[in-house]
């Protein structure tokens, strides 16, 4: 066959395939598959997925696959905390700033005259918004929201030149939240609601579920709020579809592709690999995005203390949602339960 002719074969395959297979989104509620095997899933396996998480404090899980809930239980409809998948949201939300120039990456905490409680050195000023959203500005400042898990793992303060070091670090975070809302003029609650929230649809998210996190520590506030796991599957869908929902742009797709590619390995935390507050698979490392299981490279995860998870899985059109309700002391799910589940639910696949 000719060149010119296999092209066009190709080109005419793939518009069989992506006729075949549209993309479909949720409207006012969630499109529920009456049987899992509608979805491509074996509902025997599925059903075994289901018992293991009642082993353990699961609280609510939805898989949706291809833009349909193909299996879901527990309490999807109702609000908890996010922990720190809060920071993934606020990822998504630097797209817009960064591509218009109201936000420079590469801008330094001294050219953006952060600075916090016991001051910042001028190395630690060398830290760029690149920095802080990669985790590696090398700031080891009291912050807030620390888990003592993070305290424990903290380097010491001025042992690390800022862009040289990664450690899952809320000082970064909450100091991205800080610089979101100077460049913008703008709350991080009101603008997930608008740039996110009410685009896809959320049925119950507003921004009244947020609260700042304020204290002595630091300047800089954590941004915590409250959500379901059906919004945070259209959020799982939003991002699987790199911004876009149902032909619309709501984020720069190139800025998907760079927040959720691998930049850093994030073996001090046993896991592959860290974006732009995004956790991100990334085949060879040391440890597995998750334990118990494989992943295809180019899969990512949003993450709270506790075991919440925003699992997205480009490779096979997969989104899965996990909530714990972590209002009550001492319920918690462990990485390698959460990696046991999602394994379960991958081998309930049928295609």
């Known amino acids: 066959m000719s060149p010119l002719r296999l092209a066009f074969a190709l080109l005419l395959t793939a518009s069989v395939l992506f006729a075949a297979s549209p993309a479909v989104f949720p409207g006012k509620a969630w499109t529920v598959a009456a049987r899992p095997e509608e979805r491509g899933f074996s509902a025997e396996k599925i059903a075994l997925a289901k018992d293991y998480a009642a082993t353990i404090p699961t609280a609510a899980v939805m898989i949706v696959q291809d833009g349909v809930v193909a299996a879901q239980w527990g309490?999807?409809?109702?609000?908890?905390?996010?922990?720190?998948?809060?920071?993934s949201f606020l990822s998504a939300l630097f797209g817009a700033p960064v591509r218009s120039g109201a936000i420079k990456l590469d801008a330094t905490m001294a050219e953006l005259?952060?600075?916090?409680?016991?001051?910042?050195?001028?190395?630690?000023?060398?830290?760029?918004?690149r920095d802080c959203l990669k985790a590696r500005s090398g700031v080891y400042h009291p912050a807030l929201y620390e888990s003592p898990g993070m305290k424990k793992l903290k380097p010491p303060r001025f042992s690390e030149r800022a862009g040289?070091?990664?450690?899952?670090?809320?000082?970064?975070?909450?100091?991205?939240?800080?610089?979101?809302?100077?460049?913008?003029g703008r709350k991080i609650f009101e603008a997930i609601a608008e740039d996110i929230a009410k685009p896809i649809g959320m049925e119950d998210y507003s921004p009244a579920d947020g609260k700042y996190e304020r204290g002595p520590e630091s300047m800089h506030a954590a941004y915590p709020f409250r959500v379901t796991a059906r919004d945070l599957a259209r959020f799982g869908l939003l991002m699987l579809h790199r911004g876009e929902w149902n032909g619309r742009r709501l984020i720069d797709a190139a800025w998907v592709e760079e927040s959720t590619r691998y930049h850093s390995d994030a073996t001090l935390y046993s896991s592959d690999g860290y974006g732009y507050m995004w956790w991100v698979a990334r085949n060879h490392n040391k440890f597995p995005h998750l334990p118990g299981v494989e992943l295809p490279e180019g899969s990512f995860s949003a993450r709270g203390a506790g075991g919440h998870f925003v699992l997205i899985i480009p490779a096979c059109g997969l989104v899965i949602v996990h909530r714990v309700n972590t209002d009550l002391p001492g319920r918690a799910v462990k990485d390698d339960e959460f990696g046991r589940l999602v394994k379960l639910i991958l081998d309930a696949r049928q295609t």
Do not use: Q
């Open 75 to 87: 309490e999807v409809d109702r609000k908890f905390n996010t922990h720190s998948m809060r920071k």
């Open 113 to 129: 005259g952060i600075d916090d409680v016991s001051g910042l050195s001028d190395e630690e000023k060398k830290a760029t918004v």
């Open 164 to 184: 040289t070091h990664w450690y899952y670090n809320n000082w970064d975070f909450n100091v991205a939240g800080t610089i979101y809302e100077r460049a913008t």
